[in-house]
């Protein structure tokens, strides 16, 4: 499961932003890659320890509220993480 943190400010580095998840999400932040660092369109992928959808979305409410040098973050996370769309019905009703 994949968590984008958007609203990244573009005065902190990649290591302030790969810690600062680190820190936060604890075991939870298996890995943390950011992206455009110094520009307005700073975001980080956060893949998580688990394949839990509900725990994915418990995080990033959790990370929602958090503020980073200041500013406060947006996240949203991936609602399924696999290739082509899913067939949400029942396995019994396909």
């Excluded at 290591?15 to 110094?38: C, M, P, Q, S």
Aim: glycine share 6%; proline share 6%.
């Amino acid at each position: 499961m994949h968590l984008t943190v958007w609203n990244v400010p573009e005065t902190c580095s990649e290591e302030e932003v790969r810690d600062f998840i680190k820190r936060e999400l604890g075991h939870y932040a298996k890995g943390v890659t950011v992206y455009d660092v110094g520009t307005p369109n700073a975001h980080a992928d956060i893949e998580l320890d688990s394949e839990v959808p509900y725990v994915g979305e418990s995080v990033a409410r959790e990370l929602q509220s958090r503020r980073l040098a200041g500013v406060a973050l947006r996240v949203s996370a991936a609602p399924f993480d696999c290739e082509g769309p899913q067939d949400a019905r029942p396995a019994a009703m396909r």
